[in-house]
């Protein structure tokens, strides 16, 4: 059986945009915390913030009002978190020179 809460949560993201952003914009502090604890500056942090409302207003029918609305948002948050990591790992490995081919232009061997 669902909650007072769970089944208020459900009832925000079934009704119009306003009362979805209305909901959003409560959790934002605690979405914002997580974000500082998995990214680095607030470039990032704000990107994430950013995609992480875009993925649930575009998915908000997705949430059925089991469990809470915050931690459906913490969760698209992380996700969003995650590529975001994944993408600068990426960045990071396409810049980089591959070591073998460096040691091998100077050394005549081992």
Avoid: H
């Avoid at 459900?10 to 952003?21: H, I, R, T, Y």
């Avoid at 609305?69 to 990591?85: C, S």
């Amino acid at each position: 059986m669902k909650s007072s809460r769970e089944t208020e949560d459900a009832g925000l993201v079934e009704e119009d945009e306003g009362k979805f952003d209305e909901q959003f914009t409560q959790c934002r502090g605690s979405l914002r915390l997580i974000a500082e604890r998995v990214l680095e500056g607030a470039e990032e942090v704000a990107a994430a913030m950013r995609k992480c409302y875009d993925a649930a207003s575009g998915q908000r029918r997705g949430f059925d009002g089991e469990g809470e609305f915050r931690a459906w948002l913490a969760r698209i948050l992380l996700n969003e978190a995650l590529m975001i990591l994944r993408e600068r790992q990426s960045e990071v490995e396409d810049q980089s020179e591959p070591i073998y081919s460096a040691n091998r232009a100077g050394s005549k061997g081992c």
